[in-house]
């Protein structure tokens, strides 16, 4: 039993911050691969960031400079710190986790077995 619950998305105005936060319970290990990813009206789902094991993330280039990934293995938890949101940040965000160990995260939804529920973020210009 897996439960990724997520927390902190809602409206900001185009330049403003949000923070997003998930919560990991359940049999996903603290160093399995985490991501973020994002879903706008009509499209496909992407992923905007990720972090592996060792700590070290990556983050898709159009929010690259902007969202910054962190995880908190003590508690299984992991952040997404959004900055200078612009409108098409906008999206359903969903936290997502490998279950299993790789060092090489996925980039793509096929890779990762659980996922939260999502959480709006809304940006208006």
């Known amino acids: 039993w897996v439960q990724l619950l997520e927390s902190g998305g809602g409206s900001v105005q185009a330049g403003g911050s949000l923070r997003l936060s998930c919560e990991v319970t359940?049999?996903?290990?603290?160093?399995?691969?985490k991501a973020w990813f994002r879903q706008a009206p009509g499209k496909t789902r992407e992923v905007v960031a990720f972090?592996?094991?060792?700590?070290?993330?990556s983050a898709a280039d159009s929010v690259k400079g902007r969202f910054t990934i962190s995880k908190d293995d003590s508690s299984n938890t992991v952040v997404l710190q959004m900055n200078d949101l612009k409108s098409e940040d906008t999206g359903i965000y969903f936290c997502?986790?490998?279950?299993?160990?790789?060092?090489?995260?996925?980039?793509?939804?096929?890779?990762?077995?659980?996922w939260g529920q999502g959480t709006q973020v809304t940006v208006s210009s």
């Open positions: 997502a986790a490998h279950g299993f160990w790789t060092r090489t995260c996925g980039t793509t939804t096929v890779y990762y077995n659980y």
């Open positions: 359940g049999a996903v290990d603290s160093t399995y691969c």
């Open positions: 972090v592996d094991p060792d700590g070290d993330t």
